[in-house]
């Protein structure tokens, strides 16, 4: 893994200590995911294991950063988000009771009402814009901070993302970085069955962006990201991190048919016995 436009870690951070917070703060939220796929709604349960270790890697960056925040694009995925602003202690309320119950605001998308919660995403494509232009308010405003856009890869077939990526570069949005999610599926199948997304990096690096690829389950390589000093006058980066959809329980890992999952109370409880 490389990363580029890099600073000194801060000379008092236990980087053990951390990457041992995170591996606690995902394996919690995944537990948290899981019981809001038995609720009465069930959840997207597939992309919200595959980016949770994302998210809660970003989320630490956030709490070390006021003026950092973290856009999620592929909305669907909410149940995540909620999970991981709760375990990073950013949202107090648990959200797996309340998860897409009527009338409450732990909306099966985003709800921009909650603490963290940056943009009602959901239809995919328009985080990535939304995120672009929340950076370049920022350097506009002469406020510092990291905007962290976390995209799926199934959402790149979205049109609206590649012009997103186009006036970021041309902007040089260096404090812009986005994560692709690339766990190698969609809502009808595989990426690579319906519209494959070869050279990734390759097609990154081509808009005008710094890329690289890391582990998206290994917290040590999240965590190395985003603590990564950025030129904000420099290029977006772009990391595409390699997940597998479902992670962690067995049952569900790996597999098309883990995209939305319902299930009932035994089972979750089952599940969150062996959920790694």
Known sequence: MSVLSTGPAPATEDTDRVVAELTERALAARRLIIDMAAGPRGCHLGGSLSVTDILIAALHRAGQDEATRVVLSKG??????????????VLPENPAPLYAEPGHHFTGHPNHVLPGVLFPTGSLGHGLPYAAGWALAQRLSGTPG??????????????LVWEACQVAAARRLGALTVVV????????????????????????????????????????????????????????????????????????????????????????AKWKRFVK
């Open 76 to 89: 669907h995925a909410a149940a995540a988000l909620y999970a991981a602003l709760h375990v990073s202690g």
């Open 146 to 159: 990291l905007t962290v856009a976390v995209l799926g890869d199934g959402e790149l077939q979205e049109g």
């Open 181 to 268: 999610d690339r766990n190698g599926g969609q809502n009808d199948g595989l990426v690579a069955d319906i519209s494959p997304l070869p050279n990734l990096v390759e097609r990154f690096t081509a808009f005008g962006f710094e890329a690289t690829e890391v582990d998206g389950h290994n917290p040590s390589e999240l965590h190395a990201v985003f603590r990564a000093r950025r030129d904000p006058d420099g290029p977006p980066l772009a990391v595409v991190a390699h997940t597998v959809k479902g992670k962690g329980v067995r049952a569900v890992e790996g597999k098309a048919g883990s995209h939305y999952v319902s299930i009932d109370a035994a089972k979750a």
